[in-house]
């Protein structure tokens, strides 16, 4: 009993609690009042304390909480039945997080090419700089070393590749792989976008081998980019869908949700008794899901997106253009945007912490901004104003 915590001392926090937050706000015990420009890492897509959200997982709690996937769950009928008619999918697993979405996704990759006779197909490829979760399995599909080291073997059947190189890529399949599982724009990576003619270029790739074709939309999701899916952007007709993806994140809004969504074809094989979980699409997850997608679905709500990006895109390359000195580039879409830092992105984000602004850091040093989808030009023009506070104080203290 000699720790200061007894929580595991996996996270490095700021010495910051919020008791309340409302909307793009966070507000602390000491009355402190916060922009939230990190959404809990892109997972309160429609800010804090949503009034839709609050009613919905209030009236679910009042009505039932869990019966387990013993039973049918109205909601997940439901929710299933949007998600598929929203996208590419037929099917839809539900379950906790983001890397549970992953690993159901991995799984039905390879029972697919199981059940068609060729279980030998394990292999799923992935790209450097990628960030799949936390679990065996997903710390090997992410490959990178500093999440791997001291966890044992890596687990086998991932094989990783340079980010946009192609030749290397077309070299590592062959007559093990299964699969190439892809996130359309690296969200940990440090905000890194795959062209558009790249993904078309993988489902042709996928097609021409009889692979799969899986995403990682558990960041780029559900309205994060300005699409319902980042993948949308490299066509709306289907010409970049996969056959399998992972979503989580924003779809919750704040509770935990995840799911893989499959085609009919990829999902055949998963029949009873070869996946579960315990909570995955338990009725207080799924009251809260369709509530995101009744706000995400309305007419007009992602063009607000795209809207309100173009807006923050501006004021981006404006402070770029400003502090040729601390910032390197802008990057992103939709609402996942980055600043490439020239010092230490953690020096930029603790000055804009300093100043009442929260974001949070990527890969590449980059300087993440998730703003909910709901954010207000008035409160974009705000985040700008308190961010070149925040740069201006770095510009003193360094002259
Ligand atoms: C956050 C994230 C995950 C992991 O999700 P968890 O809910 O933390 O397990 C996987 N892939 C991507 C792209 C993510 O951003």
Redesign the pocket.
């Known amino acids: 009993m000699t720790a200061s915590s007894h929580v595991f001392a996996t996270y490095a926090q700021p010495d910051i609690e919020f008791v309340r937050g409302e909307g793009v706000r966070l507000y602390d015990a000491q009355g402190n009042t916060f922009m939230d420009l990190t959404s809990g890492?892109a997972v309160n897509s429609l800010g804090h304390a949503h009034p839709h959200l609050v009613d919905a997982l209030k009236s679910q709690a009042e009505t039932l909480w869990h019966t387990s996937n013993l039973f049918k769950v109205p909601g997940r009928e439901k929710l299933a039945d949007r998600l598929c008619e929203a996208t590419f999918a037929d099917r839809v697993f539900f379950t906790n997080?983001?890397?549970?979405a992953?690993e159901a996704a991995i799984k039905t990759a390879r029972r697919y090419h199981f059940a068609k006779g060729n279980p030998e197909r394990i292999d799923i490829i992935t790209f450097e700089g990628a960030?799949?979760?936390?679990t065996l399995a997903?710390i090997a599909a992410g490959g990178q070393a500093k999440y791997l080291e001291g966890f044992g073997p890596k687990a086998p059947g991932f094989i990783q590749v340079p980010f946009g190189d192609h030749d290397a890529l077309h070299a590592a399949i062959g007559e093990t792989t299964a699969g190439i599982l892809i996130?359309p724009v690296q969200?940990?990576g440090g905000i890194r976008s795959v062209p558009n003619q790249c993904l078309r270029g993988l489902r042709e790739l996928c097609d021409k081998h009889g692979i799969l074709l899986i995403y990682?939309e558990?960041?780029t999701g559900v309205g994060r980019t300005g699409k319902l899916f980042a993948h949308e952007w490299a066509g709306e007709n289907g010409e970049a869908a996969p056959d399998i993806m992972a979503i989580?994140?924003g779809i919750g809004g704040g509770f935990p949700v995840?799911a893989c969504l499959a085609t009919e074809e990829a999902a055949a094989p998963m029949i009873v008794g070869t996946h579960g979980t315990t909570f995955g699409g338990n009725p207080l997850a799924m009251a809260v899901g369709n509530a995101v997608l009744d706000i995400v679905l309305e007419d007009g709500f992602l063009e607000e997106v795209r809207r309100k990006s173009l807006v923050m895109q501006q004021i981006l390359a404006e402070l770029v253009d400003t502090y040729p000195d601390l910032l390197e580039d802008t990057r992103g879409k939709g609402l996942l945007l980055g600043m490439k830092a020239k010092i230490p992105n953690t020096d930029i984000i603790a000055a804009f912490r300093s100043e009442g602004l929260l974001s949070v850091a990527a890969g590449d040093n980059v300087v993440r901004l998730l703003p909910p989808l709901v954010i207000t030009e008035d409160e974009l023009r705000e985040a700008r104003d308190l961010m070149v506070r925040g740069l201006e104080a770095i510009r003193n203290k360094n002259s």
């Not at 997080?97 to 549970?100: F, K, M, R, T």
């Not at 960030?131 to 936390?134: I, M, T």
């Open positions: 890492i997080s983001g890397a549970e992953l960030f799949h979760g936390r997903t996130e969200g940990e990682d558990v960041q989580a994140k995840g």
